[in-house]
């Protein structure tokens, strides 16, 4: 088991003040404090326990928006905690007793529910454990996948990880994940039953097989990672702006792979209509809701000036805002238009992994020696459109994750009754 060890004196004053604490608190909730109560045998024989080199569990606890579990599941090895108000605190107290030291005693209460708690455990042994990172990944990639296949954004809001023993050489730590400084004004929700299994674990053994097909020790960067980590990753408790720009290039990332000269725009916009326009999502209101995002983009990155009165017009143009019926309020309208952007780069990142997968891909990420595929001049052709198109969608299917191939409901606003 991989990890770093922390100093010897350093892992011997947290087992002794943990088991002197265990102590305190036992025999203070028993109201009895003889030395040879129960309750401190009960703790010698726990602090025996650890200090023996006697496994126990490593636990990471992330706590999470936008994800209602249908009851208490386990999906992959993933525990998913629905939330009944403050349940979800006390049962992270539960699987990591040292939480309460991480908290420093002020609880993290953040906002955007509903809320669920994600739970990973992996058995170790020795009193120096570090490694967490291996749990953290896998919740990384359940979360990836999660929203893969529901278009919702379950964001993770913090998490805490420790040992499951309240004595431990190693403290609980407390990660902040989500800046939460401005609220979103729509949302859309992932509802899992425990059947979506097997569509997780493809999806993710897909974006393992695209991840190790495009990078490599020569490489410092790969546009294709950074674009799953800035859709996975996306904050939406930063500004509109700072949402628009990360998915943009995320999109440029998935689609282009790097910067193939001049028309960058008409080329993102006419690869993203060819592989993705379908009965739910027309060509012609793709390719134009996708050209104005892009121009907010551009606009945003380069330094321009965007008026009231420009705002308004291009928001009311757009396919997906015009659908609002009703809502006159301008952040709430450039929230959907986001939110478009959004989904549109969740389904490129399907169909990009799945032209991507199988011995003969369509369109492979390209390794050394391997001759570029001339995507534009492929997409060009009407036959050869229809197949790419098809084949990412039956590929979906085939995998169990047919669903998420289709354009995402629109999302509702935050304060709605209404849930998606």
Known sequence: MKGDLVGPEFAVSLLVFGFLELCVQRCSDADAYDPNSEEVSDSIAQFAEVVSGCPYDMVLARYVSHLVPDGELEINGV???????????????KEIPDADH??????????????????????????????????????????LGVCLLTGANVLG??????SSSRISGRPANLDHLARNTHTPLTRRTARLDGTEGSALAALGNLIATAESKTGSRDHWLSSFREALKKFANLDDTTSYSEQLVD???????????TNEGEGLTL???????????????PAPSLFEDLKRLYGFRSTIVHGGEAPLRTLRKDLKAMECVASVAGEENELIQ???AVDRLRDIVRRAILARICLAAGDEPPWPFKEKGQEKVKVDTALSDDATRAVWRSHWRDMLASLGAGAAASRSLPPVVSVSAEDR
Not at 115 to 122: G, Q
Not at 247 to 257: F, K, R, S
Request: hydrophobic fraction near 40%; charged fraction near 25%.
């Open 157 to 162: 809001m913090y998490q805490v990880s420790g």
């Open 247 to 257: 998915l943009a290039t995320a999109l440029e990332g998935v689609i282009l792979g």
């Open 334 to 336: 450039l929230g959907y």
């Open 79 to 93: 525990t998913i905690v629905p939330d009944k108000r403050r349940d979800l605190t006390y049962r992270i107290l």
């Open 102 to 143: 991480a908290w420093k005693r002020f609880l993290a209460t953040p906002g955007r529910r509903p809320h669920a708690l994600l739970i990973v455990r992996r058995s170790v042994s020795g009193v120096g454990y570090h490694g967490e990172g291996d749990l953290r990944r896998l919740l990384d990639r359940f979360q």
């Open 267 to 281: 080329r993102l916009c006419t690869r993203v209509t060819a592989l993705l326009a379908h009965e739910d999502d």
